[in-house]
């Protein structure tokens, strides 16, 4: 299905699911959803090894965990294009008796997910988990988890840093979505950050940096990059900084479609933006 | 009546030391975890023996219960281990939305719970954690009451698919089951044969319900015995076929009357089987320092107390 179909026009197709996905519901989180889209192009479509005949325990493939599981519309647009369920079946996005729950979950099965997250701040942890059990099984395979920034505020992400760098666990790739924003405004108002590069590194991590959070050139270069340090007693974090709404002129440079979806207008000019390249669902 | 031997008091924590050491040897796939109380949980023989599949995670109990659903994919049987309080209060979001909203295969070990936990006081004895895991869609929650039924209990649950919340205790107490008592998952264990009320006990108020027959029986009040290990799911074809023959129950547990063993079964009978109800539970309230037998007798948790509660429901029979 996915042949011949350059990532650009992948990317270009999983905005448009998004934004038709949170539109018909009128609710959902399309911002952090745009703003991570090549990121889950260029992990799905290029870097991860991933079968989507899916198997929960995911045994001799990569793993993908998302912790901010509210931007859910990339992650169920990204499984469904790349074959884990049909993709007519975004079309139940939030709606009642769906698969595609507001926030992703294993409990109704949907294919791909692997832990249900929404409740911030425990998607590290599992990746964690899970990568200690490939170890265990001599699965030489990575394990991908990509955090928000503003989920940086809740504790338990930084005992999960802590326990990674102090017990070696090299076989993850942690990946930051540097937006700056989150539901009240930026992270720096809201509760600021600091300086997250120094913050992972005083806590032991190998941390490379990406500017060019929305280039899907860029974000496989420092994948390929961070894969390279694996396996040196090191624990790897991406902090890659990335346009919230990217894509979408009006959704761009603001907070404001965090958690908002577009009304009828506002659609039709976020779809003129981002061609059809794979047909709609 | 039937005589229970207390074969020589030990804790109920080591009887998971001991289940947990066992299943080191019997199951590849068993990992265990713990929060800087390896210790308390009486892990080390399994520590010593299967180092690579030992994690100490620190002070850190929420990244435990995170790190604990994430190893069960890959197939691995995570054992946690820490107190009741930190166990379950301290990370309930956690183990709702990563371990039972998940699915996940997890065993959360709880030592120390209830009252008994004796001199550090109320901050450390937990006595609502009954109820905040009976109330997760999916949790199968025992208590076990002495030191071989929490033996059976950690070997039961690594064969059991599925979370499992499993509370045990600090304090040595009787030892006094058998293996003819049996031990199976959500099957109440029927000790004592009796006519006049039905006595359910869980956890160390077995031991305490069993001394109080004896006392009862040479008073003339013939009690009958069951042990609900089991508080979720609940046996009811065991408490339904004991109150309609005796026509009145007492619960005993070491939890608050708020979301415990007494709650669920008074729901369980208010449904199926009305019936006259005395509790034997903390009163909705913190507990104390002291020793674990003063802490009993002051918050209404011993054979007294449940022979004055059998009393009171026999007059409302």
């Known amino acids: 299905m996915i042949e011949n179909h350059s990532l650009e026009s992948i990317t270009s197709q999983i905005r448009r699911d998004i934004l038709r996905m949170v539109h018909k519901v009128n609710s959902g989180h399309p911002g952090g959803s745009l703003g991570c889209t090549e990121f889950f192009v260029a992990l799905y479509f290029e870097i991860m090894k991933h079968d989507c005949a899916f198997s929960m325990n995911g045994k001799n493939e990569d793993l993908f965990f998302l912790s901010n599981g509210h931007i859910s519309p990339v992650f169920y647009s990204t499984l469904a294009r790349c074959g884990y369920f049909p993709v007519k079946e975004l079309n139940t996005f939030r709606l009642i008796n769906s698969r595609l729950q507001g926030h992703p979950t294993t409990h109704e099965g949907l294919p791909g997910i692997r832990v249900a997250s929404g409740s911030l701040g425990q998607g590290l942890s599992v990746a964690i988990g899970a990568a200690l059990s490939k170890k265990l099984n001599n699965d030489p395979n990575t394990v991908y988890v990509l955090m928000g920034d503003g989920e940086l505020q809740e504790g338990q992400n930084w005992e999960a840093l802590m326990y990674a760098a102090g017990n070696d666990v090299d076989n993850l790739i942690a990946t930051i979505d540097l937006n700056g924003k989150q539901i009240d405004g930026s992270t720096e108002d809201v509760l600021s950050l600091g300086d997250v590069s120094d913050k992972f590194e005083a806590f032991g991590w190998d941390v490379l940096e990406l500017k060019e959070g929305n280039s899907l050139v860029r974000i496989i270069e420092i994948l390929n990059v961070a894969k390279s340090k694996l396996g040196n007693k090191k624990p790897v974090a991406i902090l890659m900084k990335t346009e919230m709404g990217n894509g979408v002129s009006f959704m761009m440079h603001t907070h404001a479609w965090h958690g908002k979806a577009p009304n009828d207008e506002q659609l039709a000019i976020a779809l003129s933006e981002n061609k059809e390249t794979l047909g709609d669902y | ?317």
Request: proline residues 4%.
């Open chain 2, 1 to 317: 009546m039937k005589e229970y031997i207390n074969q020589g008091s030990n804790d109920t924590r080591s009887g998971f030391g001991e289940g947990l050491t066992e299943l080191g040897r019997s199951h590849p796939n068993v990992v265990a975890l713990c929060a800087d109380l390896i210790g308390s949980l009486k892990m080390q023989t399994f520590i010593d023996e299967n180092p690579e599949r030992f994690f100490q995670i620190g002070i850190a109990e929420a990244n435990m219960m995170g790190i604990a659903a994430g190893l069960t994919i890959g197939g691995k049987i995570p054992f946690t281990g820490t107190f009741a309080n930190f166990s379950t209060g301290r990370v309930y979001d956690q183990i709702r939305q990563s371990i039972a909203y998940s699915g996940k295969n997890v065993k959360i070990c709880a030592s120390h719970a209830g009252i008994t936990l004796g001199e550090d006081g109320a901050t450390h004895q937990i006595l609502e954690d009954i109820g905040m895991m009976k109330m997760l869609p999916g949790m199968t929650v025992i208590n076990s009451c002495d030191f071989n039924q929490t033996k059976a209990a950690t070997l039961a649950i690594a064969d059991f698919e599925g979370p499992v919340y499993l509370r045990f205790g600090r304090p040595k107490v009787a030892n006094f089951t058998t293996p003819e008592n049996g031990f199976e998952i959500g099957k109440g264990i029927l000790l004592q044969p009796g006519s006049d009320v039905t006595i359910v006990a869980t956890g160390h108020l077995v031991w305490e319900a069993l001394e109080a027959a004896k006392d009862l029986n040479r008073m003339g009040v013939k009690a009958e015995i069951i042990n609900i290990h089991t508080i979720k799911p609940l046996d009811k074809k065991i408490i339904l076929n004991s109150v309609k023959k005796t026509g009145c129950i007492v619960t005993a547990e070491e939890h608050n009357f708020i979301g415990g063993l007494g709650e669920s079964i008074a729901g369980m009978l208010s449904r199926n089987h009305p019936t006259p109800h005395e509790f034997v539970a903390t009163d909705d309230c913190f507990g104390e320092s002291g020793t674990p037998a003063q802490l009993m007798e002051k918050y209404g948790l011993n054979k007294n107390s449940i022979k004055s509660k059998v009393k009171s429901i026999l007059k409302k029979k």
